[in-house]
């Protein structure tokens, strides 16, 4: 039997976790992959204005990073079903409350701040599914090559999501009408989070309403300059998102097509999630601190790269090569992130990474479109090869502090 899982971690997954859990951890995180492109698009067609419904994105983004670790933190405290049921219902009663203030001559502030508590009370559920993965591949005989497998999915489904999101918004959007994308979001998440959450996996996951020992006393320091690093990571990662894309709607549009941005910045995307699932097949005994380091450092020249190109196809090319590394170090940064989190802050972990990536995109949109506006794509591109860096050097850290006799929890 452990021969079979050895050689294909894939069915070791299934036989953990069961076929559904497979479509239903995908569709339900896609409402949180629409919601800051939705709430762009619906601020921005009804008030006329793209600066109000940047801010309403912005918005978004800020609360899905304070949220975020919230909900990760109560997860870890009671459980993630007592978690999940009630944000899924108090967040679609949000995105409904948005959906009916964001109207003609709407005020700014009831916007902004529905749009505030939109992102802040999104259910999590890719960390989440993350966490469960963790605990469900914990002890088997092929338990860490399966978690690796799991990891490498989580990373290439969330690649996938947040291509799909931005795409279905729109075309809902130009299609039928800027509301009806948000309201999808909102029907997907009463539909499909309590389906997650009541998933049999859930009960996986322990929490310490079943073990009352105080989760903060975990908290020590060196297992706090290793999840601060781990995040640090994510946070380039992000930024080195938020600059990419905005170097490829300027550079689209200095090509005569900005409309055609997005699509430039989806070859990033397919890449990467490429890349995420070959990570399972990677040799066992490469330290993952190696790993981050290896192809963070390959990031580097490649993300300088985007600098060269003069023709659409050319950038294409270029795109997907800035990809193949992309995947595997979020990958390698989510295992760091499990193996270095406070016992029994997993979910409080998973989740302050993706935050990580919310905080950086927001760094790199901003950044990278002020510089657009003064040097154009290459002032953007600019940021994301410095995040790049960023990336690097984080690794760089945790590989030391992750060196034998670098202190508990290494």
Do not use: K
């Not at 999104?122 to 993965?133: D, T």
């Amino acid at each position: 039997m452990d021969t079979t899982v050895r050689s294909s971690p894939y069915r070791g997954l299934l036989e953990v976790a069961g076929a559904a859990f497979f479509p239903i951890a995908f569709f339900a995180r896609l409402p949180l992959a629409m919601l800051t492109i939705g709430a762009l698009t619906l601020v921005s067609a009804t008030t006329g204005s793209y600066a109000s419904g940047g801010l309403a994105a912005g918005a978004v983004g800020i609360g899905s990073a304070i949220g975020a670790p919230a909900l990760g933190y109560a997860a870890d405290r009671w459980g993630q079903r007592p978690v999940l049921l009630p944000a899924a219902v108090v967040h679609a009663a949000v995105v409904a409350g948005l959906l009916l203030a964001a109207g003609p001559g709407a005020e700014a502030w009831p916007v902004l701040l529905l749009a505030f508590a939109a992102g802040a009370t999104c259910p999590q559920v890719g960390p989440m599914a993350r966490v469960r993965w963790m605990s469900l591949t914990s002890g088997r005989p092929a338990g860490r090559r399966e978690l690796e497998t799991a990891l490498s999915y989580e990373s290439t489904v969330d690649e996938l999501t947040f291509v799909m999101g931005p795409a279905l918004v729109g075309l809902l959007a130009s299609l039928v009408a800027p509301w009806l994308p948000l309201a999808l979001a909102a029907a997907l998440t009463l539909a499909l989070v309590p389906a997650f959450a009541v998933h049999r996996t859930a009960a996986a996951v322990p929490n310490h309403r079943d073990h009352p020992a105080s989760p903060t006393a975990r908290w020590d320091r060196a297992r706090a300059v290793r999840v601060g690093t781990a995040v640090t990571g994510m946070i380039g990662m992000g930024t080195l998102f938020g600059a990419t894309a905005a170097g490829a709607v300027a550079f689209a549009g200095a090509t005569g097509d900005s409309s055609a941005g997005g699509l430039l910045y989806a070859a990033l995307g397919l890449t990467s999630a490429a890349a995420a699932l070959s990570v399972s097949a990677w040799p066992s005994g490469w330290a993952h601190p190696a790993r981050w380091v290896v192809c963070a450092l390959a990031l580097v020249p490649l993300a300088l790269l985007l600098q060269l190109p003069v023709s659409t196809p050319a950038m294409v090319a270029v795109l997907l090569l800035v990809g193949i590394p992309v995947g595997p170090v979020m990958v390698t940064i989510f295992t760091v992130g499990g193996d270095v989190a406070p016992r029994g802050l997993l979910g409080t972990t998973m989740t302050l990474l993706a935050s990580g990536i919310v905080v950086g995109t927001a760094i790199g949109n901003g950044l990278a479109g002020a510089l657009a506006d003064e040097f154009g794509h290459r002032g953007a591109f600019a940021v994301a090869a410095g995040a790049a860096f960023v990336l690097f050097l984080a690794g760089v850290l945790m590989a030391y502090l992750r060196r034998p006799g670098a202190g508990r929890g290494a």
